[in-house]
């Protein structure tokens, strides 16, 4: 099931989405996200194309334009919900992380 | 200097990091992919150089379509923009280069690459090599049946030697492939897990183990029949062999002719299909009709198996007309054994045949390889043996003097009639001769019969 495939979303998959913010093609999303983090995160092409079509399947992302054999897509009210999530799930880890190593700065 | 290579393609499907280290050595040595086919990979002499290659599954192509779909197109133009340009491709399998210095990999993702491959392989290789090793099995399990009933005769005869090697190799090839995949499969979605690329096995070297076996033993095998079997069972080798490479060729070239001529994927499908077919009913048709046009010549009926007169014969031990005989002559034999059966009779076709002529009815055993001699005469002993607790008789050791002959046994009834049947053993032949009811041999005869088959 699409949906259980993306409980915890991978690196790459949160940075496709962070891009799809506003709406944009596959080309664009292999720049950007390697702009985005500074080279930290980089996309294949393959990965990408798979994980768009899933994010279609799972109604994250909705095709907005084609532009001969260029597709571009956005964030659906689902997909700004996941990413809104997952935000939340990695924050509360930094949270727990400087919890934890603020503690022992203190002492 | 060429400027062309073709090698085998004895690469796993799914074995992306041999075929990527393969074409990348190639590559660095002057030779660039240039195609793939079904069997064959096709490369151009370039200038070397150190390029990286990927190998990438795009599960929804099909080896029928005339050229890259829509959606594949896509796909291209998204590796395109990353530097990778696709070399070569076959249907699902596209092989892509990248000149840059370090390009991003296709594929980042281990998971969704191992998705892809095994969507792949469950849409393509996986059922055909399931379909593969059932029939493989179920042609080993009719030659070990074969075997089983009939070693001695089975052994000797070079169709039965040639299939029983080729589906063993098969079977281990198709096994090694389908459970190669399944275990790497296990360790890469695990691998995956940590998010780890799982390297392929390769299994080249077997594959092309597997190949040469397959090459000798099919040489082999030709050579037997081109120098001991009947001309029947030459023609029908040769028109099946024939009509083998014909159907390869004319199924793979159909659909290569439709996809060149652009014809959509399941018009092509469909075309080939029924080429298939046709080719294969084909086939069937012409064995069918030569078996009958030689049933009704008689070259069935008297097919001699062994070239020239048998080395025995009724005018050897006794003064009779040949002319009023018939001579069945049938056997084959193999690097293993080789087994002759010689039959003469008065010929029943003739007008007002005198039945009370003796006949002669002998079984030739050449045992080529000395380790195999005991077990044959063993083999040859119990099988009149078994059949004896059913009809009441059995072999009993009698002097082999008289026959010239290393060892010798008489088949007795039980109540000590005789059956004037003779199992004897000579150098590396074994003879079980029998005289039927009309004649009993004399020591003249029998030393006739040592004489001429004893070697």
């Keep these: 099931m699409p949906r259980l495939k993306f409980q915890t979303l991978t690196e790459q998959m949160f940075y496709v989405l962070l891009c799809l913010k506003t709406e944009c093609c596959g080309m664009d999303i292999l720049d950007r996200v390697p702009a985005m983090t500074q080279g930290r995160v980089s996309v294949g092409s393959g990965t990408l194309y798979n994980l768009l079509e899933q994010f279609l399947d799972a109604g994250m992302i909705r095709e907005t334009k084609v532009e001969g054999r260029r597709r571009s897509y956005v964030l659906t009210e689902a997909g700004v919900k996941r990413l809104a999530e997952e935000y939340r799930r990695i924050a509360a880890q930094g949270e727990d992380y400087r919890r934890v190593f603020g503690e022992e700065e203190q002492k | 200097m060429r400027d062309v290579k073709r090698e085998l393609f004895l690469f796993s499907m799914y074995d992306r990091t041999g075929l990527q280290k393969h074409f990348e050595k190639l590559a660095a040595e002057g030779w660039m992919l240039e195609d793939i086919g079904n069997y064959f990979i096709r490369y151009r002499r370039s200038e070397p150089r150190r390029i990286h290659f990927c190998v990438s599954y795009y599960y929804k192509a099909s080896a029928f379509d005339p050229y890259p779909t829509e959606e594949e197109q896509e796909f291209r133009d998204l590796c395109a923009h990353t530097g990778w340009e696709v070399a070569a491709s076959n249907g699902k399998l596209l092989v892509f280069y990248n000149e840059r210095e370090d390009p991003t990999p296709i594929d980042t993702d281990p998971a969704m690459e191992v998705d892809a491959i095994h969507k792949t392989m469950m849409r393509s290789t996986i059922p055909a090599y399931a379909v593969s090793l059932l029939t493989t099995l179920l042609g080993l399990w009719l030659s070990v049946g074969q075997l089983v009933n009939d070693p001695i005769g089975f052994l000797s005869r070079p169709s039965g030697l040639f299939s029983l090697l080729c589906w063993s190799f098969l079977i281990l090839l198709l096994g090694v492939e389908l459970g190669g995949y399944f275990l790497w499969r296990r360790r890469a979605v695990k691998a995956a897990e940590q998010g780890v690329f799982y390297p392929t096995p390769n299994h080249f070297p077997l594959q092309a183990v597997g190949l040469s076996v397959f090459a000798i033993a099919l040489v082999g095998y030709l050579t037997d029949v081109l120098l001991q079997s009947n001309p029947l069972m030459k023609l029908i080798t040769f028109v099946m062999l024939g009509w083998t490479v014909l159907l390869l060729l004319g199924v793979n070239g159909t659909r290569v002719l439709l996809k060149r001529k652009g014809v959509s994927r399941s018009v092509n499908r469909t075309a080939t299909l029924a080429v298939d077919v046709a080719l294969a009913f084909g086939l069937l048709a012409v064995i069918v009709f030569f078996t009958i046009r030689a049933a009704g010549s008689g070259l069935l009926n008297d097919s001699i198996y062994l070239s020239g007169d048998p080395p025995l014969s009724v005018a050897d031990l006794a003064d009779v007309d040949m002319d009023v005989y018939r001579t069945w002559t049938t056997g084959d034999e193999t690097v293993l054994l080789g087994q002759y059966e010689i039959h003469q009779h008065v010929d029943w076709n003739r007008d007002d ?38 009809f009441g008789y059995r072999y009993e050791v009698i002097d082999p003097a008289p026959w010239g002959a290393a060892e010798a046994w008489e088949r007795v009834y039980d109540d000590g009639g005789r059956t004037n049947r003779f199992l004897l053993c000579y150098d590396s ?27």
């Design chain 2, 353 to 390: 045949p005198d039945l009370s002529l003796p006949s002669l009815e002998y079984t030739l055993t050449e045992v080529k390889l000395p380790f195999l001699y005991d077990w044959c005469r063993d083999r040859l002993y119990h099988e009149d043996d078994k059949r004896g607790e059913e």
């Design chain 2, 429 to 455: 032949r074994i003879v079980v001769i029998d005289f039927g009811s009309k004649w009993i041999p004399t020591p003249e005869q029998r030393a006739i019969v040592g004489e001429k088959l004893g070697k």
